[in-house]
């Protein structure tokens, strides 16, 4: 595996629009969801923008998400399939400054994460071996490093940490996610509910339902009006 003190190189896998909520959530239960990493990273996203799949070079393969908006997707895009024809942005002009300049960008790093939002470091270098590192937002790393032709790296831990549970780290995280679900999914989670006795959640679900059909009447009132 290639690695440079304990980092990992890194490829673009996918840039995909984020998944609708509702198709998200249409089959399934409330414990699969929250099973599943790479679903709730979504959820907790914007649904409008797109989701940013790294993947490790070689084995194992493991995988980062990122968060990004519909304008960088396009740009990302662009500069993987022909980073010439970007040469009007502002990456593309950065990195042909900083070569003026006599910098090469020797590799970008993803350092940490705070939130949804990874932090990473370019790192430059003279001709005199001088080294130079700016900070820069994973997107814009991405597409300098693309576009210099330079390795693009995560820090190993970052891959290696487990998730805390969800739902013991978000208040109410059941109640969030009820309010997401398609009104059919949330019959079937009443379903499940009652059969495992867990009233409850089953009163939370029928609350749900019950404020879903007032908004409903709502709509239905407002519509008449106009």
Same mark, same amino acid.
């Given at each position: 595996?290639?690695?440079?003190?304990?980092?990992?190189? %890194?490829? +673009?896998r996918?840039?995909? =629009?984020?998944i609708?909520?509702w198709? &998200?959530?249409?089959?399934?239960?409330?414990?699969?969801?929250?099973?599943?990493d790479?679903?709730?990273?979504?959820?907790m996203?914007?649904?409008?923008?797109?989701k940013?799949v790294?993947?490790?070079?070689?084995?194992?393969?493991?995988? %980062?998400?990122?968060?990004?908006?519909?304008?960088q997707?396009?740009?990302?895009?662009?500069?993987?399939?022909?980073?010439? =024809?970007?040469?009007?942005t502002?990456?593309?002009?950065t990195v042909?400054? *900083?070569?003026?300049?006599?910098?090469?960008v020797?590799?970008?790093?993803?350092?940490?994460?705070?939130g949804?939002?990874?932090?990473?470091?370019l790192?430059?270098?003279?001709?005199?071996?001088? +080294?130079?590192?700016?900070?820069?937002? &994973?997107?814009?790393?991405?597409?300098?490093?693309?576009?210099?032709?330079?390795?693009?790296?995560?820090?190993?831990?970052?891959?290696?940490?487990?998730?805390?549970?969800?739902?013991q780290? +978000?208040?109410?995280?059941?109640?969030?996610?009820?309010? *997401? %679900?398609?009104?059919?999914?949330?019959?079937r989670? *009443?379903? *499940?509910?009652?059969?495992q006795?867990?009233y409850?959640?089953? =009163?939370m679900?029928?609350?749900e339902?019950?404020?879903?059909?007032v908004?409903?009447?709502?709509e =239905?009132d407002?519509?008449?009006?106009?």
């Amino acid at each position: 595996m290639e690695t440079t003190n304990e980092l990992v190189q %890194m490829r +673009v896998r996918t840039i995909d =629009e984020a998944i609708n909520t509702w198709k &998200l959530l249409d089959n399934l239960t409330f414990d699969q969801v929250l099973a599943d990493d790479e679903k709730m990273d979504i959820l907790m996203g914007d649904s409008q923008d797109f989701k940013l799949v790294l993947e490790e070079i070689n084995e194992p393969h493991r995988l %980062m998400l990122g968060i990004i908006n519909p304008d960088q997707a396009d740009l990302l895009d662009r500069a993987i399939e022909d980073p010439e =024809e970007i040469d009007a942005t502002l990456p593309y002009q950065t990195v042909k400054f *900083m070569k003026n300049l006599g910098f090469t960008v020797e590799k970008a790093v993803v350092t940490d994460r705070v939130g949804m939002t990874h932090r990473t470091i370019l790192t430059l270098r003279k001709e005199d071996g001088t +080294v130079t590192e700016m900070p820069l937002t &994973l997107f814009d790393a991405l597409v300098v490093a693309m576009v210099a032709k330079a390795p693009f790296y995560v820090r190993e831990e970052l891959l290696k940490v487990e998730r805390p549970d969800f739902a013991q780290s +978000v208040p109410n995280a059941k109640i969030v996610l009820l309010r *997401m %679900m398609p009104l059919r999914a949330l019959k079937r989670e *009443m379903d *499940m509910a009652v059969r495992q006795e867990d009233y409850e959640y089953a =009163e939370m679900i029928k609350r749900e339902i019950a404020t879903r059909k007032v908004d409903e009447e709502e709509e =239905e009132d407002n519509e008449e009006i106009d």
